[in-house]
């Protein structure tokens, strides 16, 4: 099938001023008035080291490239006698209450959770993941620490559970499997699920107009044909996409809920490190309103 230059202009022009139809989405407005924001920050070296004895006068804190002042700053250790006596302090602003020495090192350990997203993760990075928590399980965790690996769907069973027996934890890592389901497509054009977020939540038309003349050549149909079929596929991925990203979401809101009655800050470190969880999404909101309504928003710290 050929093309004279102006009519494949005109049709290129037609696929992305149709595309603006599956590109618009409705986005809820959030407003939030703020006026002191707690947040942990961990400072290691080129070797991944951990950084102690830093002052508020050795960081800088930027928003938006505008300075902003910092109005406290103190060093905090994970599972320290005095961890929650410097909490409370943080939480009112109160630097005068802070322990003036510190505690012993370690003195109760560290709470952490490994929250396991199997649903969206691929058996090669699942394998990556494993490798990760059997390094931290054989050389980074201490007597004292309560460790506990959960996964999306749950295929790990009774093993779900906090615990300082390595055993227990080798075998909770041995049962995780990936549960990604691809989607089912003759195509040779690959649209992950991240592809199909950029194109019908953040509006990216250079991604679809690649995507559509790329299944025009494969499949050697005119552009209207390659548009529908893409415009099909990005839905049905979204679609999928939607549902698992519901149950990693429920599975994170009942942890969290679960572990509320746990003294002090709890760790959760996530697999994938980058989950594509929409900010709009209402469970997010509800979940997050109701933790800062109970001021238990300081007492979860997640990182990758």
């Known amino acids: 099938m050929s093309f004279t230059r102006g009519r494949w202009r005109v049709l290129c022009l037609w696929v992305l001023l149709s595309s603006q139809q599956l590109l618009a989405q409705s ?16 400072v290691v070296d080129k070797r991944g080291r951990f950084v102690s004895g830093l002052s508020a006068n050795d960081l800088e804190l930027r928003v938006d490239s505008k300075l902003q002042p910092l109005a406290f700053f103190e060093e905090v250790t994970a599972g320290s006698i005095d961890e929650e006596k410097q909490l409370a302090a943080a939480r009112k602003g109160d630097a005068a209450k802070l322990p003036k020495t510190p505690g012993p090192a370690i003195d109760r350990g560290r709470v952490i959770f490994f929250f396991v997203d199997d649903i969206h993760l691929t058996g090669e990075s ?20 309560q ?16 615990t300082d027996n390595k055993a227990v934890l080798r075998e909770a890592i041995s049962r995780l499997n ?15 699920e991240v592809d199909a977020n950029l194109v019908a939540n953040h509006g990216d038309q250079g991604l679809f107009s690649y995507l559509v003349e790329a299944t025009m050549r494969e499949f050697q149909i005119d ?4 548009y529908t079929i893409v415009t099909n596929r990005i ?40 989950l594509l969880w929409m900010p709009s999404d209402r469970m997010v909101r509800t979940c997050c309103a109701e933790l800062q309504t109970k001021r238990l928003e300081s007492e979860w710290w997640f990182t990758p």
Do not use: W
């Open 223 to 226: 552009a209207l044909n390659a």
């Open 126 to 145: 699942l394998t990556r993941a494993r490798s990760v928590l059997t390094n931290f399980v054989e050389n980074k965790m201490t007597a004292k620490d």
């Open 178 to 192: 990936s549960k990604y389901n691809p989607e089912a497509t003759a195509s040779h054009v690959a649209i992950s």
């Open 147 to 162: 460790v506990a690996i959960v996964s999306t769907s749950g295929q790990i069973g009774f093993l779900q559970q906090l």
């Open 27 to 42: 986005d809820d407005v959030v407003r939030v008035k703020t006026e002191l924001v707690q947040t942990d920050v961990t």
């Open 235 to 274: 839905h049905q991925i979204n679609g999928q996409s939607r549902l698992a990203e519901l149950d990693t979401l429920s599975r994170l809101e009942s942890l969290m809920r679960s572990t509320t009655p746990l003294a002090g800050r709890k760790l959760c470190s996530s697999f994938p490190m980058a």
